[in-house]
């Protein structure tokens, strides 16, 4: 198994690694975003279900006037669907101007983590894709999966989310 060198794990735009990060629990694993994408943590609430949208994509809720796309991050990672409870969180983020909205289970922390406490991720040769793991990061006895939500929220079927933002700025709405 090769491991991908801390370079290569890092972020675009050079070292952006070392900082606060907002920890969420997803099937019983933590997990840790960048918590400067992070714009408001809500509970979570019923979406307005959307037509022909991917299973990972919940609906869209009104955000104070916006249309919030919002996206379960258990069935993005493949973990199977989960049962809403009063601890589901909503996790609204600012990535790239789009406003997303992430369900997790919960939210657990935040903490500061320096560039030597992130492992990069192992390469599984392909096996699955590790493209949106920044790394791993150990504190005290807890591990965390580092991701990279910018990576994770881009590419073809994040194209949806340029609907929503359209239907923000007033243009329009596209066909069945």
């Known amino acids: ?3 991908k060198t801390p370079t290569e794990a890092a972020p675009p735009g050079g070292n952006q690694a070392a900082g606060e990060y907002l920890t969420f629990t997803l099937g019983g694993e ?4 960048d918590i ?3 714009q408001e943590i809500r509970g979570y609430e019923p979406p307005t279900w959307i037509a022909h949208a991917p299973p990972f994509i919940k609906g869209v809720i009104n955000l104070r006037g916006l249309i919030v796309p919002l996206v379960d991050l ?3 990672f493949a973990l199977g669907a989960a049962e809403y409870t009063p601890f589901t969180v909503v996790v609204i983020l600012n990535i790239g101007g789009r406003i997303i909205g992430i369900v997790v289970d919960s939210v657990s922390d935040v903490v500061f983590l ?3 406490q992130i492992r990069p991720a192992p390469d599984f040769s392909g096996i699955f894709d590790t493209n949106c793991i920044i790394g791993l990061a150990a504190l005290e006895s807890r591990m965390m999966i580092v991701t990279d939500i910018e990576r994770l929220m881009t590419g073809a079927d ?4 340029d609907n929503a933002q359209d239907l923000n700025q007033g243009a329009g709405v596209s066909q069945c």
């Open 1 to 3: 198994m090769e491991m």
């Open 30 to 33: 933590e997990y840790a975003i």
């Open 36 to 38: 400067l994408r992070v």
């Open 74 to 76: 258990r069935i993005k």
């Open 114 to 116: 320096e560039p030597a």
């Open 158 to 161: 994040m194209a949806l989310f």
